[in-house]
């Protein structure tokens, strides 16, 4: 059942997170892993916005939504824009 659970985590978080990324033009130098934690993040805020309104159809688009807008601000923090992903941190 555990096992289960995080299939399905991680399934959804690479699609809520891959959807987010094809949403903002330009190739993002962000991980599988890091995809699969932006795309969770997404569906929570998602998932939040469902406790405060109530169920709707719209989760997915929200989730999307939500989660375009976490990799932009990963965008802004890397000083790019739009659709400029600007350049990952240095690993020194």
Avoid: C, E, H, N
């Avoid at 094809?22 to 469902?50: E, S, W």
């Avoid at 719209?58 to 802004?76: D, F, G, K, N």
């Amino acid at each position: 059942m555990f096992f289960a659970a995080v299939l399905y985590l991680t399934l959804t978080g690479l699609l809520v997170g891959g959807l987010a990324r094809l949403a903002l033009p330009g190739k993002d130098p962000l991980t599988v892993g890091q995809t699969i934690l932006i795309g969770l993040g997404g569906a929570a805020a998602a998932l939040l916005i469902q406790v405060i309104a109530g169920p709707t159809a719209w989760s997915l688009p929200v989730a999307v939504l939500a989660a375009t807008l976490i990799v932009y601000l990963v965008r802004r923090s890397r000083g790019g824009s739009f659709s400029d992903p600007g350049r990952p941190p240095d690993r020194r």
